[in-house]
Nanobody, 122 residues
């Protein structure tokens, strides 16, 4: 059974940091494009970051560029999202996703985690 399980969310003050983890079972992250998306309260899901399985090249949304870093540990079959200089606008449920092609579009991903809440207080 393929599963993506996120962890690491929580409540943090503005300017703080969090690291989200996405542990994959039944799927090899080194052979999958892995992405992070988020859904702010009352808004649609939006792209945050992705990393290609072949080149490992990351792509970021403009809103997080320079503050967030996506990475993967192939030995642990886990993908991370390091979030620094957090802002209240970063408050959202964060989702991990796996697919065949690294993309900013959610429909390119065929496997999703259950999400983890990140709340940034001002």
């Amino acid at each position: 059974q393929v599963q993506l399980v996120e962890s690491g969310g929580g409540l943090v003050q503005a300017g703080g940091s969090l690291r989200l983890s996405c542990a994959a079972s039944g799927r090899t992250v080194s052979r999958s494009a892995m992405g992070w998306f988020r859904q702010p309260p009352g808004k649609e899901r939006e792209f945050v970051a992705t990393i290609a399985w072949s080149s490992g090249t990351p792509v970021y949304a403009d809103s997080v560029k320079g503050r967030f870093t996506i990475s993967r540990d192939n030995a642990k079959n886990t993908v991370y999202l390091q979030m620094n200089s957090l802002k209240p606008d970063d408050t959202a449920v964060y989702y991990c996703a796996a697919g065949g092609i690294a993309s900013t579009h959610s429909f390119r991903y065929d496997q999703w985690g259950q999400g983890t809440q990140v709340t940034v207080s001002s």
